[in-house]
């Protein structure tokens, strides 16, 4: 990578699909990688060791994003083993469907603290030294549903919907300072969970889609590699649709 002040990334939720398509893609572009997982060790070390052998530097980290002091402590040993942290992807995400009506306040409250909580506990944290380094990337993941809503998912599209608020804001605040804050939001993408969706449930989702399939992690991993670059260093406040057409 051109700019070495970006020498150091943090990946949250970062032990399967779009994290772990998108620690590998920033180990690849020359970053070290601090892989965050919350519930799944054995994934996190298989992305670092993955990126470790493709000649890269990763760390698997334990970070939950719903808790300060665990924030606080990830970020204290990614500084110490790997250096400060210049590109922060905030992917840790929840998701419990279900209908308003009868919908849990637990489940509310789970979900928007992980999707938007967290991801602003993280960015509030990362840039202390982005802000002294005058250089750093925040890339927010997102989700098609902040911009079209469905039907199940109140919580899940507010916490995302709120998440691109907040990119918007907070890039007003600190662009001056050589900081982009950008958002992300993918369609439906091949994962676990999409793989144990049904055909009938697969195949609703692909009409629904103009390019008429479902993303791969490492589609939306391209996108989110070019926002931690230097090639995007005029690229702020940017929500980007990466869903084949779905809310176009």
Sequence with gaps: MSDRRASVALVTGASRAIGRATALALARSGLAVAVGYRSDPEGAEEVAAKASADGGRALPISIDVTEEK?????????????????????????SKDGLAVR?????????????????????????RGML???????????????????????AYSASKAGLVGMTRSMAREVAIRGITV?????????SKITAVAGDELRQRYIEMTPAGRFGTPEEIAGVIAFLAGPEASYVTGAILSVDGGLTA
Excluded: M
């Design 182 to 190: 950008n958002a992300v939001c993918p369609g439906f993408v091949e």
């Design 103 to 127: 919908y849990p306040t637990e489940a509310w409250d789970a979900t928007v603290n992980t999707n938007l909580r967290g991801a602003f506990l993280c960015s509030r944290r990362a840039l």
């Design 70 to 94: 665990s924030i606080e402590g990830a970020f204290t040993r990614i500084e110490s083993e790997l250096g400060t942290v210049r590109v922060l992807v905030n992917n840790a995400g929840l």
């Design 132 to 154: 002294k380094a005058r250089w750093g990337r925040i890339v927010n993941i997102a989700s098609a549903a902040a911009l079209r809503g469905n039907s199940g998912q109140s």
